[in-house]
């Protein structure tokens, strides 16, 4: 047992806020990079040049989701061992890692010139030739500097569940910053348009990672590269995957679930699907909010399940899940008393009926955040305590399977029409919260005493 670590002594609201504010500032300039970003190549190269990199977006979902249950489960298994004292595990882990990263990525980067031209064609089409060769050319950065898009993310995780969390938000400030000051530099003293914002992106993704680097090299955690071996072996490799498969199931279906709504909403014209547009941003800046509360909360629960501290992790639940139901209902509240001043944020020049549409689909939409926080740290605690398969329950169910339910049954079978389709998402997380709270609170025993994180700890 490690208790002389802060994870294992120091109160809950404290660690919890010592991580939160890092992850938060780190995802908050990640989406100013991509606002600014927007800005300059919007005004720089055209609605062609915007459209190349918002066209890139799924592809980047992609490559998320591929990282995700080695950088979750890996984060896991990270700070679990830390609180356990078996630090020959946390730098085995670490070396996986690293070398499953290395390995992947130099694959998708030799390959990079097979791949550029067939991806853009299937992203844009072959017809609008600018489209293309814009698409085309944001690609092939990206893909040529995939070992470090994965060194990135699973190097941050790994160094925020190891008790640094600064280290990781240091290391996305420092990209953030580096990329507005290329991308000014490539697109408009140069005039590289959407190849300069490409290259400037790959650049400071390397930055990060050699930041990230320096800091592991020094040794000041409890993995390093001195005696580092690569490696795709690991001990633990079954427990990393069941930890980390929720995650990847979360993201698969959250990208689905959008796009069954985008799809249904195409019918009901050109205004709803601006509005769904412009709400679905503002939705994905507010749920920033919450997806920091998880990463915060990961490295808490871990460490203290491998401590054998079932107290601190039941605590720390408690808190993290109270303090994301009382950010949702401020949020809502948002939702319903200032909708046209958000939109007013991001559309200044928006017409009337625009307005109309846009100000019920943030009454409705916004909905979703009453559940949406609580979700998001449920299923993370039952992801550390070992109840993968509900915790990927959980974020199936949310992510698409009651999206597809209502948006099929609400609009036209109850007559709702595109009220339904703005509701769907929101009774899909508020169901699954009710559902997977009722069943788990029913089997209490299983999932919320302390005996029960003990025999995965």
């Known amino acids: ?51 190349a990199v918002g066209l890139y977006g799924p592809v980047t979902i992609v490559f998320i989701a591929l990282t995700l249950p080695i950088m979750t489960g890996g984060g896991i298994l990270i700070g679990k061992n830390s609180g356990a004292t078996q630090y020959d595990k946390v730098q085995q882990t670490f070396e996986f890692g690293t070398t499953l990263a290395l390995v992947a990525g130099s694959c998708v980067a030799i390959l990079t010139p097979f791949l550029t031209t067939t991806i853009a064609t299937f992203l844009t089409g072959a017809e609008n030739t600018v489209l293309l060769k814009n698409t085309s050319h944001y690609i ?14 699973i190097w941050s995780n790994f160094i925020s569940n190891d008790n640094a969390p600064q280290i990781s938000r240091n290391a996305s400030l420092l990209a953030v910053t580096l990329n507005i000051v290329l ?12 190849e300069g914002a490409s290259i400037a992106t790959a650049i400071s993704m390397v930055a990060a990672v050699v930041y990230q680097y320096t800091y592991i090299w020094k040794q ?18 079954r427990e990393l995957l069941h930890l980390g498969t929720p995650s990847f199931a979360s993201e698969i279906s959250f990208s689905s679930g959008l ?21 679905n941003y503002i939705s994905f800046l507010f749920i920033r909010l919450f997806t920091a509360a998880m990463i915060a909360s990961l490295p808490i629960l871990s460490f203290n399940i491998g401590a054998r501290l079932p107290h601190r ?27 046209d001043f958000l939109i ?39 992801q550390s305590i070992g109840k993968s398969i509900i915790s990927t329950l959980i974020n199936v169910l949310k992510g698409f399977v009651f999206i597809a339910l209502f948006i099929l049954l609400l609009p036209e079978h109850f007559g709702m029409g595109l009220e339904g389709v703005w509701l769907s998402r929101s009774l899909a997380e508020i169901l699954t919260l009710l559902l997977v709270g009722l069943y788990t609170l029913w089997n209490k025993e299983s999932y919320y005493t302390e005996k029960s994180i003990l025999v995965k700890s």
């Open 313 to 339: 992790v039941l605590e720390t639940f408690r808190f993290s899940f109270f303090f994301t139901i009382t950010l949702g209902i401020v949020i809502v509240a948002l939702g319903w008393i200032l909708p």
């Open 183 to 194: 991308d000014l530099f490539f697109i408009v003293v140069l005039h590289m348009g959407v």
């Open 344 to 382: 007013d944020i991001f559309s200044s020049n928006s017409t009337i009926p625009f307005k109309k549409i846009a100000s019920q689909a943030i009454a409705l939409y916004f909905l979703l955040f009453f559940a949406a926080g609580p979700n998001y740290i449920l299923s993370a605690y039952l």
């Open 220 to 237: 000041k955690g409890h993995f390093s590269f001195h005696g580092f071996r690569f490696t795709l072996q690991l001990t633990e490799w």
């Open 1 to 51: 047992m490690n208790v002389s670590n802060p994870l294992g002594k120091a109160p809950i609201n404290t660690l919890f806020f010592k991580y939160y504010i890092p992850a938060l500032t780190g995802i908050l300039s990640s989406t100013l990079h991509q606002l600014i970003n927007g800005v300059i190549l919007g005004q720089q190269v055209g609605k062609e040049g915007l459209a």
């Open 259 to 279: 796009l069954l709504i985008s799809h249904y909403i195409v019918p009901y014209g050109p205004l709803a699907v601006s509005a769904f547009g412009l709400v």
């Open 140 to 153: 092939f950065w990206q893909l040529l500097a995939m070992p470090f898009f994965f060194l990135r993310m």
